[in-house]
């Protein structure tokens, strides 16, 4: 993720929202052996929320010497993350030839990812992401800061492990 207000962060540093990640919390369910992986920890804003037991839950963090590009890991139920916005597309790929065949992949992003039309070959290549819920309302990632864009959950949900409201593209975060 980047911010759109200007201030910019070396190595992409944008934690993802405690209300935000709350949110998602609430529509997954997890099931019993099911292994996690969060590939690029940050603070562990998602890592640390994710209702797994700590040796199913795997991480890799730049900051800690792990580079998920360059790091392999073994076939994972569920992995969650708000990639750093200039790589989105390489963690994409990698995450999707990770993912077990009932597995469920989510992405923070912004919404207007979605319709850049560079990104057409992409998107036909690994798939259009199976629910996108808009997160309402805007988040914040910059020291309270506001951010102009529209955010959204990217989600693969092949394990059917989210439940969205019915009908509902939004997604509310509760909280400041
Ligand atoms: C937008 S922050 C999000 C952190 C965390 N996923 C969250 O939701 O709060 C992106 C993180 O990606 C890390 N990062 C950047 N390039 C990476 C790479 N190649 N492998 C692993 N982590 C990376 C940065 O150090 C930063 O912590």
Redesign the pocket.
Known sequence: ?SSTNGKTIP??????PAVVVDALMKVITFREGDKFL??????G??FNKVPLPRMTKSL????FG????TTEFEQKDVII?????S?TEQFLEKSLSELAPDGTLIY?QRLNYLGSKKRVPFWARIGFPHKTPVIVPRPRFVGGGSDSCEYAWFIWDFGSRVALPQGLSHLISEGK
């Open positions: 993720m190595k992409e540093l944008y934690p993802t969060e590939p690029c920890y940050g603070t804003a998602i890799a963090e730049l900051a792990i580079d998920y590009l993350t708000n990639p750093p916005f790589l923070l």
